[in-house]
């Protein structure tokens, strides 16, 4: 179906972005257009004016900060992860995700902002900034202000930002010796999806933060972090203190997988994830 008739307007800033989202209750924010524009196409939603942030400078940028942290613009694109020196060098496991995300069109278009705010439970980086404990960085009418990535994410294609709010940027805290496990079972775009962020020494977890994808909240495992902190490195120990990563979660069911296999597998994906951060073997 063709895209109906729908105005554009291409900012030169993302203040006259913000004031267009104002002064246009039926404005909507485009970047890479790479699920909007399918939206808007299938009839799914109505939007009068797109307020293309896409080309905007000020949120195109990676930056690695002296604490170890990087802060990367919203309307950076997956490609652009990918090959970032920057982010190869600080958490080359992100740009490994970013490298490895649907195909080529894809990369060069989709954002990481676009990503996180589309909230898509298939998207790749949600559950990702929720186990980095993701800082975002917005600017609306009232100003900037900062939402953790455990508050951003509020159901199914949905976030916490105001109509007339744009994601600028988000933070991703310094690593400090962790590392990142990002594991999906890959039926249709994903069946089950975890990453894991683990500190480990001496054979033992010291610390690890484990999510699951796929859901209409990434979802944080704390029972599964504490049974994984203090035990030893080995799969048969990781796979024990995981066995319990789907337990509560509810996914969706679609004609790619069940609900009930959906949840059959997070304990399954969590486990590689912990296993891959430690450098191990999965199975
Ligand atoms: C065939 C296909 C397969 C795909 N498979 C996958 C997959 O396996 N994994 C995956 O991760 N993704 C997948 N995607 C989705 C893709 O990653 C999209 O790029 C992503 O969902 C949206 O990013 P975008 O930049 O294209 O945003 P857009 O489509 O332009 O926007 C998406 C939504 O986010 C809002 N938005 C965008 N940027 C901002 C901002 N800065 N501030 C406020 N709101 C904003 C828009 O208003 C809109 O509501 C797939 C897409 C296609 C076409």
């Known amino acids: 179906m063709l895209l109906a008739a729908v105005d554009y307007y291409r900012p030169d800033s993302v203040a006259e972005a913000v004031t267009a989202l104002v002064d246009n209750p039926g404005g909507r924010v485009l970047a890479g257009g790479q699920s909007l524009i399918s939206i808007l196409k299938l009839r799914a939603a109505t939007v009068d004016l797109l307020v293309d942030v896409s080309r905007l400078e000020e949120i195109r940028s990676i930056t690695a900060l002296d604490d170890g942290s990087v802060r990367i613009g919203a309307g950076v694109t997956y490609d652009e992860m990918a090959h970032s020196p920057e982010l190869m060098a600080a958490m080359p496991a992100v740009a490994s995700i970013a490298a490895h995300t649907v195909d080529p069109q894809v990369r060069n278009r989709g954002t990481f902002g676009g990503n996180l705010c589309h909230n898509d439970p298939i998207n790749n980086f949600p559950p990702l900034a929720v186990a980095l404990d993701a800082t975002m960085h917005a600017t609306g009418p009232d100003g900037d202000r900062e939402v953790d990535a455990a508050e951003f994410f509020t159901g199914y294609f949905s976030n916490a930002l105001d109509r007339a709010e744009v994601l600028t ?22 069946a089950a999806r975890a990453v894991a962020v683990v500190a480990a020494g001496n054979g033992t977890i010291t610390e690890a933060r484990v999510v699951l994808g796929c859901l209409a909240i990434p979802a944080r495992r704390q029972a599964v972090e504490e049974a994984l902190t203090g035990a030893a490195t080995t799969l048969d120990s990781v796979a024990e203190a995981t066995s319990g990563a789907g337990d509560g979660i509810d996914p969706l069911s679609d004609p790619d997988a069940s609900s009930e296999y959906r949840q059959a597998m997070a304990s399954v994906v969590a486990k590689r994830a912990v296993m891959e951060a430690l450098g191990g073997q999965h199975e």
């Not at 940027?169 to 994903?190: D, K």
């Open 169 to 190: 940027s988000v933070t991703l805290p310094a690593l400090n010796g962790r590392e990142i496990g990002y594991q999906e079972i890959e039926i249709g775009e994903a």
